[in-house]
Structure formats: C-alpha cells, structure tokens
C-alpha cells in the first residue's frame, strides 16, 4: 500500500497566484481529510468528505479556498488568491468510516506552502 | 481554539527514561487518539482509546484515559532515540470529526 500521496511536496509562489494541492487517499477508505498546519495555530480541520460528498467545510477560513473530489481516489485543494498567511504545510488524511466515531487517520507527507 | 491540549509543550529526558505527556480537553468525546510526527512528515497514528476505556497498552506505550477529569496520559517506557519527535494528542467529537492538541516536543538524549 502506498500511503496517502499528496503532491506537490513543496510549492512556493507569489502573492494572488492561484494555488493547487492534490491528494490520492488511500485505496479503499472512504474519507478524507485535509489539515493546515502551522506553528501559531497548531493543526486545523479544513474540511472532509465521506464517499467523495463534503460533510464539514466550517473550518476553511475564506472564499478563497475551495476543495473538490471527483472521485474516490482524487481530491484538490485550492487557493486562489494566495496570501502570504496562507503560509503553511497542507496535510491530506483518509480512513475508513466504518462506525459513527472516529477512526484513525492515515496521513500524507504532506505539502509545505510558501506565498511570497 | 483546538481542543486537546498537551502538557508539557516540551520534554527532553535521557534515553531508556520513561517519557510522560498528558492532554486535557474541553468536552465529551467519542475517542481519544495519539499521534507522532517526525520532524518534517506526515502524522502516524499510535493509538486510540474508546470513551469506555480507561487503560490500553501498545508496546512500549500506555495510554490512560480519565473522562471525569477530561484527561489523558501518554507514557512511552524504555525511550529511545528514535522517539525523538512530536506527540499529538485527538480527541474525536461527533461524526469523524477529530481535533488535535498543539503537542509536545519530546527530545530524547543519548
């Protein structure tokens, strides 16, 4: 099994260009995840998707962000403008949902974002 | 505002000394989880402990959960060098949904 694979690895860019993360969960599970984080905030809940549908979009922090998932083995993050606040590593996580609570997380390597 | 919150937010102890970090949180969970991370990867998931638990045990890991004082404890014994990492403690609320505490950075010393 090849793990959560989220690309690209790092992405620098410049203020107000539109930004693209990806991620391809784990073949099988349902859900997935997509995290910030960052030294001041910690790590913060975006969004998720169960069956490729978003459940819970409260934690995206503006309109310029927005998240997809075509299908089962493909989801994109986006950010169009960026800020340099938007500085940050992008984590993608998937698990099985197979009860109502909580299962674990399997977590990519995640992608280190620099707006300049 | 997260949630868990990890104490302390840093440790460093001399290898084969037992590690202990505990967690607080606010309200009723469904779960509790340990994560690690290395320096510069992803979270790996060490363990989880259901809200009707109050012990469990993983190799060198031992968890505790007290509800009524909404804590947890994380111990690793032995420690190692490579346990040198963060430790995230995630407490699962509702549907899925799991928040994670700042963490503690714990340093192990040859």
């Known amino acids: 099994d090849a793990g959560v694979i989220q690309s690209p690895r790092h992405e620098v860019t410049e203020m107000g260009q539109e930004v693209t993360l990806r991620c391809k969960p784990i073949?099988?599970?349902?859900?997935l995840f997509w995290y910030r984080q960052t030294m001041m905030r910690g790590l913060e809940l975006l969004i998720y998707f169960n069956n490729n549908v978003p459940i819970d979009d409260s934690g995206m922090p503006e309109d310029r962000f927005s998240a997809k998932m075509p299908n089962a083995s493909f989801s994109t993050l986006k950010i169009q403008p960026s800020e340099p606040r938007d500085s940050a590593v992008y984590f993608c996580?998937?698990?099985?949902?197979?009860?109502?609570?909580?299962?674990?997380?399997?977590f990519g390597s995640g992608t280190q974002l620099s707006v300049l | 505002s997260q949630q868990g919150e990890e104490d302390p937010q840093a440790l460093s102890i001399q290898e084969g000394e037992n590690a202990t970090m505990n967690c607080s949180y606010k309200t009723s969970i469904n779960n509790l989880q340990w994560y690690r991370q290395n320096s510069g990867r992803g979270l790996v998931h060490l363990i989880l402990?259901?809200?009707?638990?109050r012990e469990k045990h993983s190799g060198r890991l031992r968890v505790t959960l007290d509800t009524s004082k909404k804590s947890s404890s994380l111990l690793i014994t032995a420690s190692r060098a490579a346990d040198t990492a963060s430790y995230f403690c995630a407490t699962g609320q509702g549907a899925q949904k799991l928040v994670f505490g700042q963490g503690t950075r714990l340093t192990i010393n040859p």
């Open positions: 996580a998937s698990s099985t949902r197979r009860t109502m609570t909580n299962e674990k997380l399997f």
């Open positions: 402990i259901r809200s009707n638990e």
């Open positions: 073949s099988g599970h349902n859900s």
